[in-house]
């Protein structure tokens, strides 16, 4: 057995190396060699890889925004934080530079994402500090769509300051699943570092106020499960809400609003 453990190590190990000493050109023959393959799922993985290990930072960041720009849906921004620091200040110094709107918020979204999954790193909290600023100075975007990614970013790295931006667009924003990812974003901010206690005390009047005057069913189901979350309530299942399911949603409704009433 040890010896099969060292074996996989060495393995391990051996494929890190490689993955390393991949240069730009290498990385370009695969993708064409992906292309032709008319991205083939297995090797799209494998490639996807190759790029999050290699040192080649600004060729991988270049594929992305090209599948971004083309709306291909390959992923290739997974694995992006394997690049560590020295990928999320390139990226930084990326949103300095770009100017189309999309790429810029799809960059930031990107940011977020990444720092989601450093959160034990010693400079989480400082790149949080310094992202949060640029998705406050986005947000108004009048694109629905761009501005449901900057809300969900928010989640990962908000702080309590943020609390009431999202409880805001929870209430007011003009489009159904903005409203629907503030509150969900809310309740993420009680895994990324905002006390709950604070988080409670905070939401707890945007939520029954949300609940009352929301007029889409799903919206309004997302917004009741968010509120059970931050506040260790039972009030509805996700498959409801996912199904849309009206009976549950306006019970679970009335729950949450007799709840809030009673606090």
């Not at 064409?32 to 060729?59: C, Q």
């Not at 629905?144 to 969900?152: D, G, M, V």
């Not at 945007?206 to 968010?226: N, P, Q």
Request: aromatic letters at 10%; proline letters at 1%.
């Amino acid at each position: 057995m040890p010896d099969s453990t060292d074996k996989i190590i060495q393995e391990i190990e051996a494929e890190r190396v490689n993955r390393i000493s991949l240069t730009r050109k290498d990385l370009e023959k695969s993708y064409l060699d992906l292309e032709k393959s008319e991205f083939d799922s297995d090797k799209r993985l494998g490639f996807i890889a190759d790029l999050a290990g290699s040192n080649e930072i600004a060729y991988h960041y270049e594929l992305i925004c090209k599948d971004w720009e083309k709306d291909t849906k390959l992923h290739l921004e997974n694995g992006f934080e394997k690049h560590d620091r020295n990928g999320i200040e390139f990226l930084f110094k990326q949103l300095d530079e770009i100017e189309d709107e999309k790429i810029k918020i799809y960059t930031a979204y990107l940011i977020a994402e990444i720092l989601s999954k450093l959160k034990h790193r010693d400079f989480y909290s400082l790149f949080c500090e310094r992202l949060i600023t640029v998705l406050v100075s986005l947000l108004d975007t009048n694109n629905s769509i761009l501005r449901r990614k900057l809300i969900i970013a928010f989640g990962w790295v908000g702080s309590s300051k943020e609390i009431d931006l999202l409880t805001h667009r929870m209430i007011c924003d003009q489009d159904t699943l903005c409203r629907a990812w503030s509150a969900t974003s809310l309740m993420q901010m009680m895994f990324y570092g905002v006390r709950p206690e604070e988080l409670k005390e905070k939401v707890k009047l945007a939520f029954a106020k949300s609940i009352t005057e929301e007029k889409d069913l799903y919206a309004c189901g997302v917004i009741v499960e968010a509120a059970q979350t931050i506040f260790g309530k039972k009030w509805i299942s996700s498959s409801a809400v996912e199904n849309k399911e009206s009976t549950k949603i306006e019970k679970a409704k009335k729950s949450a609003l007799r709840f809030f009433k009673n606090i």
